[in-house]
């Protein structure tokens, strides 16, 4: 079915990706672009997940320790590296959140939604 007949009957929107670009500087100064993919908590801290744009090793994702500190009177944001075991329990943790996450983000009583968008009341 198309889009346009999706839309026309359905009165829920299909989901948009995320196009969030996180810039961080590494260790010899070059700037990387991650897509920011969430950010989770965790044991009462907050915990960033990001993805390279163009990546070397193939989808790996980074997880950061997100902390706040003041300078000046300004608050910044700090990208703390997480330890190894943690990043095992929290990319676990992402991988239940997108096994359980339908694709649809609709209030439709009985929506049947796909994740590649909106399908609900249609055979």
Do not use: W
């Not at 990387?32 to 801290?45: A, Q, R, S, W, Y």
């Amino acid at each position: 079915m198309a889009e346009k007949e999706l839309k026309d009957t359905c009165n829920c929107e299909p989901v948009e990706e995320e196009t969030d670009i996180v810039e961080l500087e590494d260790e010899e100064g070059n700037l990387i672009k991650f897509h920011h993919i969430t950010t989770l908590e965790h044991e009462g801290k907050d915990y960033v997940f990001l993805q390279a744009v163009e990546s070397e090793e193939g989808d790996e994702i980074e997880i950061f320790e997100l902390s706040s500190e003041e300078q000046d009177g300004e608050m910044f944001d700090l990208l703390n590296p997480i330890e190894d075991e943690l990043y095992e329990t929290l990319y676990a943790r992402l991988m239940k959140e997108i096994e359980e996450f339908d694709g649809c983000d609709c209030d439709e009583e009985g929506c049947d939604c796909g994740e590649e968008g909106c399908t609900c009341h249609h055979e």
